[in-house]
């Protein structure tokens, strides 16, 4: 089956700053990604999607990089605001009827 | 316009009792799904819907059960519970597949 794993479980950046979480599958068939954030105490909410025919996808201060080689993803939050502090989550589709989610990477932004 | 909704927000259930978990959107999506979130861990789907009148299994079915009687709502059981389903359930809904899922803010059941 699908293996999703996030490289980093937590990360600090300043104000300002860019910030990249990262993601990797085992799935080479996987064909559609996911970016969610979940703030404390809240469900899980889209940010951005790809699909695997594109190589990066942008959307309002956030892009998502996908290699298909290396089987790594990327979500890119630029000028990160303290209300980007939360959980991230990459999530993969597998297979026909399913969608995989990783472990998750804490965002903490740092004043 | 709701989105998704759960009920009910906290429930804590002794060994052995039963209870069912409400999912309602208003968003008019056939695929539902439920999920659970245990510490430290991402989400796992239990079951899903794609449609009213079906279910089916997801990747932590064991000891749930669910039923899609109305396009709108999709219910969660669990028959005799234990203390391994303590966790925070979620349920969500998409328009397909390829589509993002809304969820709901969650249910946290606690197990004793």
């Known amino acids: 089956g699908e293996s999703v794993g996030l490289h980093l479980p937590t990360l600090s950046v300043q104000e300002g700053d860019n910030s990249i979480i990262n993601c990797a599958y085992s799935?080479?068939?996987?064909?559609?990604f996911i970016w969610y954030k979940q703030e404390s105490g809240k469900g899980p909410q889209f940010i951005i999607d790809?699909?695997?025919?594109?190589d990066k996808r942008q959307g309002q201060r956030v892009t998502v990089l996908l290699n298909k080689t290396v089987k790594h993803l990327s979500l890119q939050i630029a000028a990160t605001q303290p209300g980007d502090s939360a959980v991230y989550f990459c999530?993969?589709?597998?297979?026909?009827?399913?969608?995989?989610f990783g472990q998750g990477t804490r965002l903490t932004i740092n004043p | 316009n709701a989105g998704v909704t759960q009920t009910p927000k906290f429930r804590v259930l002794k060994t052995g009792q039963s209870m069912t978990l409400l999912c309602a959107q208003d968003?008019?999506?056939?695929?539902m799904y439920w999920y659970r979130q245990d510490p430290g861990m991402g989400l796992r789907l239990i079951h899903y819907?794609?449609?009213?009148?079906?279910?089916a299994k997801g990747e932590v079915p064991d000891g749930y059960n669910v039923s899609r009687l109305k396009k709108q709502n999709f219910l969660l059981g669990l028959e005799s519970a234990a203390p391994s389903q303590t966790s925070v359930y979620f349920c969500?809904?998409?328009?397909?597949?390829?589509?993002?899922?809304?969820f709901g803010p969650g249910t946290r059941l606690t197990v004793l």
């Open positions: 969500a809904s998409s328009y397909g597949w390829y589509n993002e899922q809304f």
């Open positions: 799935n080479s068939a996987s064909d559609y």
């Open positions: 790809i699909r695997s025919n594109m």
């Open positions: 999530a993969v589709k597998e297979g026909a009827q399913k969608l995989v």
């Open positions: 968003m008019n999506h056939e695929y």
């Open positions: 819907s794609v449609g009213e009148g079906t279910t």
